[in-house]
């Protein structure tokens, strides 16, 4: 009888304990994490088993217990759910809350913009000021990079197309600009298969070049059609193509705002006063809209055009008229 008793007590301070034990685990799950931030970011790597996730968040700011978070995951059955990727804690989540985003997949997602007309250099620019990338390229060389990414170019200006790119935090720069590279040759290709016959353009490279002058001298997007039609007709007959956003690329670092005559006659590979045909490499990243105007122009007579000082451009068919109109548009408003 003294025995049963005991063993009777014993079972009553076994459910104690085991009651306590799952209050505990219950206050546990369901009490918001303390977090370094009001939102913290952290990356669940590929193949991570639950405790290599647990430490992966305390490392980000996350204050979770380790080996709590082990034993929650197996309970829950979500240990093997549980997707790689980018998530974000924000105030308030608790260690449920978290577990269940992970496994279901609910990754943070954030966004860069390549900008068109943008040049290589900012598109760098851009990647490194991002504080949610991961900077690998440093030391990087451009010929190294294009041998990475497949191209058999070597510059990789203009090879990169303006978009916005998704990712998630702590994403590679390598990987956003592996994705712009090939978004820039898909786009390439079906523009170039679909092109006007009779072009003076050998290859969508040679496109592509030209797809970047109509970017950087289009103010209005109703005047790429006309731009493109100049510079194919110029390329016909064996004109230089006379544009200034190619002299300033070729100036590089010497250009400070304003283009003087002595940076017309100063020769460059770029410089297309002091040159005829197209440029060695694109001057920026064009859009689909200066591709499609690049393979696709207005057909017209049009050689010359001149800024109106309001984003448009006055179009011109001879030497005579464009003087006129430069006579109207520069000179009178710089007097």
Known sequence: MKKLRTLFRLAIVLCVVL???????????????????????YLVEVGSRPRAVARAMFKSGIQINEDAFVILARLTGLDKQIKAGGYEAVRGDTPLTLIERMASGAMTQTHITLVEGWTYARIRQALKDNPKIRHTLDKVSDAELLKRLGSDQDSPEGLFFPDTYVFVPDSADFDILRRAY??????????????DPNLPLATPYQALILASLIEKETGVGADRGRIASVFINRLKRGMPLQTDPSVIYGM??????????????????????TRTGLPPTPIACPGRASLLAAVHPDHDNYLYFVSRGDGTSEFSEDLSAHNRAVSKYILKANH
């Open 252 to 273: 590089g670092s010497a250009y400070q705002g304003k283009i003087h005559k002595s940076d017309l006659t100063a020769d460059t590979p770029w410089n297309t006063y």
């Open 182 to 195: 090939h978004a820039g040759q898909q786009q390439l290709a079906s523009i170039w298969d679909e092109r």
């Open 19 to 41: 009651a306590a034990a799952a209050a505990a685990a219950w206050y546990w799950t369901h009490r918001p994490v303390k977090l370094t931030a009001e939102r913290v970011d």
